[in-house]
C-alpha cells in the first residue's frame, strides 16, 4: 500500500534570542536563507512528499519577497501559523488528508540527513510513528528548587525532528484542547494513546537558535 507523504515545515519563532529584528528562519545561511535550506533538504530527501509551511500570518509577505530576492521557486503551499506550535501544527495538518504519512520539521533546522529523513518514513510507515534522537554527551543535572542532583544520562536522549507519523492518528490526537505539556508533535501523540518509536539522529541536525549556531551551520555546509 502506497501512503501518500506530507512534510509541514514549521516557522514561527521570532528569533528574540538572536538579539536582532529578524526572525531566525530567515536569517542568511552560506547563500540563501535558513528556510530555503530546510525546505530544500527535505524535499532532496523526499521528492515527491508535498510541501507545507507553516509561517506567521505578518511574516508571509517578507518570505514571498525573499523567495524573489533569491530566485527561490521550490514548490510549497503557506499557511498560517498560530499562537503555539501546537495551534501551528494544527492549522497546518488541516491540509493533511486521512490515511498519509505526515512529516513535522522545524523550520530553522537546515542541517538534516536525507537518510534520517526517509529512515523516519520508513519506519513511521511500519510502526506509526518515528522520532530521531541522540544520545545525551553532558553530564545532566536535575533541578528542584534550591537543590540539584545527578542523573543518569545514558536513560536520555535529545530529541530531532523531523518527526512522523500516521496523519490519521496525528489529525486526532490534535483535536484535543492545547496543553502546556505538548512540547513536540510526539508528546500531543503519545498523550492520545499511541507509541513512537526512536531512530537515530545527526549530530548535525542543530536548532538555529542563537547567532553562534549560523557560524557552526556555515561551518558545516562548507564541509559537505
Known amino acids: 500500500m502506497t501512503h501518500h507523504k506530507y512534510i509541514i515545515v514549521v516557522a514561527g519563532g521570532r528569533g528574540t534570542r538572536m538579539g536582532g529584528d529578524v526572525p531566525k528562519q530567515f536569517l542568511p545561511l552560506a547563500g540563501k536563507i535558513v ?13 515527491e512528499a508535498h510541501l507545507i509551511l507553516a509561517l506567521p500570518h505578518d511574516q508571509q ?3 514571498q519577497r525573499l523567495c524573489r530576492e533569491y530566485g527561490y521557486e521550490r514548490m510549497h ?5 498560530g499562537d503555539t506550535r501546537f495551534h501551528t501544527v494544527s492549522n497546518a495538518l488541516s491540509l493533511v488528508p486521512q490515511g498519509a504519512l505526515v512529516a513535522i520539521h522545524d523550520g530553522v533546522r537546515p542541517l538534516v540527513s536525507a537518510g ?7 519506519t513511521a510507515m511500519k510502526c506509526g510513528a518515528a522520532i530521531p534522537v541522540m544520545p545525551v554527551v ?7 528548587g534550591d537543590t540539584s542532583h545527578a542523573v543518569e544520562r545514558s536513560v536520555y536522549r535529545a530529541v530531532q525532528t523531523p ?4 496523519s490519521t492518528r496525528l489529525k486526532a490526537a490534535y483535536s484535543v484542547a492545547y496543553r502546556p505539556e505538548f512540547t513536540d508533535d510526539a508528546s500531543v501523540y503519545e498523550a492520545a494513546g499511541h507509541v513512537v518509536t526512536l531512530i537515530e539522529g545527526n549530530r548535525e541536525n542543530i536548532k538555529i537558535t542563537i547567532p553562534q549556531d549560523i ?3 556555515q561551518l558545516i555546509l562548507a564541509q559537505q
Open 35 to 47: 528556510l530555503m535550506h530546510t525546505l530544500d533538504c527535505m524535499a532532496a530527501a523526499e521528492p
Open 61 to 63: 509577505e517578507e518570505w
Open 77 to 81: 503551499t503557506v499557511v498560517d501559523g
Open 116 to 122: 534520517v529523513v526517509r529512515e523516519a518514513f520508513a
Open 138 to 144: 553532558e553530564s545532566l543535572r536535575c533541578v528542584d
Open 163 to 166: 518527526q512522523v507519523f500516521d
Open 215 to 217: 557560524a557552526l551551520a
